[in-house]
T-cell receptor, first 114, second 112 residues
Framework: DAMVIQNPRYQVTQFGKPVTLSCSQTLNHNVMYWYQQKSSQAPKLLFHYYDKDFNNEADTPDNFQSRRPNTSFCFLDIRSPGLGDAAMYLC?????????????FGQGTRLTVV | GENVEQHPSTLSVQEGDSAVIKCTYSDSASNYFPWYKQELGKGPQLIIDIRSNVGEKKDQRIAVTLNKTAKHFSLHITETQPEDSAVYFCAASKGSQGNLIFGKGTKLSVKP
């Protein structure tokens, strides 16, 4: 059974039109991460939540925001998508910050910007 | 910050042969080194990992070796099968202090 579920699997959005990607987990992990993975590149961390504490990576553009209304759900909001934001967005969870021994990744959402 | 280099970027082997992927890391404080397999259109899946207090770990056809002095670690896949074809990522982490830093990936193709 899938433990980290991302919806939708594929998302097409218009240039400049806000879009929200969703992630849910059944593991009750404290930490949820959002990664951006562009074609043929490694995943790059955008930010993470430890419980309700939000931690932004220094080089994550302001265009990217996140919400975590409860333990199970985390959302990635892209306020004004540009063509350069087209990528696979991966959600991951871990039991504790920096403890990746039981980290799980979702299947990803592939975002296309037209 | 941590930097992880991964080689080769592409690797093609014949079914049944072995495949080796190598990574180096820069931060001597890194202590956890996972390997992920990513199939097309899917998220990364952990296949094996190693901690800094261990030099080698094996799980069936997959093994990982770690040389802390040289700051490099390698993934070994023996008796490769077509279903091993995927992109493999190495990564490094300092534990509670930091992020998981990925290498750039190796696209492995196993030819029947």
């Amino acid at each position: 059974d899938a433990m980290v579920i991302q919806n939708p699997r594929y998302q097409v959005t218009q240039f400049g039109k806000p879009v929200t990607l969703s992630c849910s987990q059944t593991l009750n992990h404290n930490v949820m991460y959002w990664y951006q993975q562009k074609s043929s590149q490694a995943p790059k961390l955008l930010f993470h939540y430890y419980d309700k504490d939000f931690n932004n990576e220094a080089d994550t553009p302001d265009n990217f925001q996140s919400r975590r209304p409860n333990t199970s759900f985390c959302f990635l909001d892209i306020r004004s998508p540009g063509l350069g934001d087209a990528a696979m967005y991966l959600c991951a969870t871990s039991r504790d910050v920096g403890d990746f021994t039981e980290a799980f990744f979702g299947q990803g959402t592939r975002l296309t910007v037209v | 910050g941590e930097n992880v280099e991964q080689h080769p970027s592409t690797l093609s082997v014949q079914e049944g042969d072995s495949a080796v992927i190598k990574c180096t890391y820069s931060d001597s404080a890194s202590n956890y080194f996972p390997w992920y397999k990513q199939e097309l259109g899917k998220g990364p899946q952990l296949i094996i990992d190693i901690r800094s207090n261990v030099g080698e770990k094996k799980d069936q056809r997959i093994a990982v070796t770690l040389n802390k002095t040289a700051k490099h670690f390698s993934l070994h896949i023996t008796e490769t099968q077509p279903e091993d074809s995927a992109v493999y990522f190495c990564a490094a982490s300092k534990g509670s202090q930091g992020n998981l830093i990925f290498g750039k990936g190796t696209k492995l193709s196993v030819k029947p």
